[in-house]
């Protein structure tokens, strides 16, 4: 069947950094999405595959503003090294507030001397990505999980 709204679609990927063609990800598990505009994947991708079929294998070049969003200044914070919760470093995450007092994710950028450097913006935020997809299965949703607006079983919700 081809991939139109309501289709659950199946595939493998990679994810590349454009610019420097370095690997991000490689899908062991391959993903899968319920297509027409729910949400679950990039619009970009949604709009590649759409009529498409099993087998279908493209390369997408997604802006910042297709994927994760340009990097935002305002997110990054400096805090006091004694403030730190024990054991975080480079690299890792930690959950603060925002400036709306909502919870945040930050990674830790660098750790220079008494102080700590975190970042709140997506790690892949301001990339330019390159997506390779292939196309491994695609079947119609059930009455359940367009009602739920994500896919069910195998790869996908479990509740
Ligand atoms: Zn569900």
């Known amino acids: 069947m081809k991939i139109e709204s309501n289709a659950v679609v199946t595939l493998l990927y990679r994810l590349a950094d454009a610019s420097t063609r370095q690997l991000i990800e490689d899908s062991r598990e391959p993903m899968v999405y319920l297509h027409g505009g729910y949400g679950n994947t990039f619009p970009k ?31 990054l914070r400096t805090i006091p090294k004694s ?14 507030r925002d400036d ?28 330019t990505l390159s997506l390779s997809v292939t196309v491994t299965g695609v079947r119609s949703a059930t009455a359940e999980e367009i009602a739920h607006r994500h896919v069910h079983g195998e790869h996908g919700h479990h509740h």
Not at 47 to 74: C, N, V, Y
């Open 100 to 127: 709306q007092g909502q919870p945040h994710a930050f990674t830790v950028a660098k750790i220079k001397g008494p102080q700590v450097l975190l970042d709140g913006n997506h790690p892949l935020a301001g990339k």
């Open 83 to 96: 403030e730190f919760p024990p054991g975080v470093k480079v690299g890792g995450q930690l959950e603060l």
């Open 45 to 75: 991708l949604e709009a590649a595959l759409e009529g498409q079929e099993k087998g279908f294998k493209t390369t997408l070049t997604l802006s910042p503003e297709d994927a994760f969003g340009a990097r935002d200044e305002s997110l």
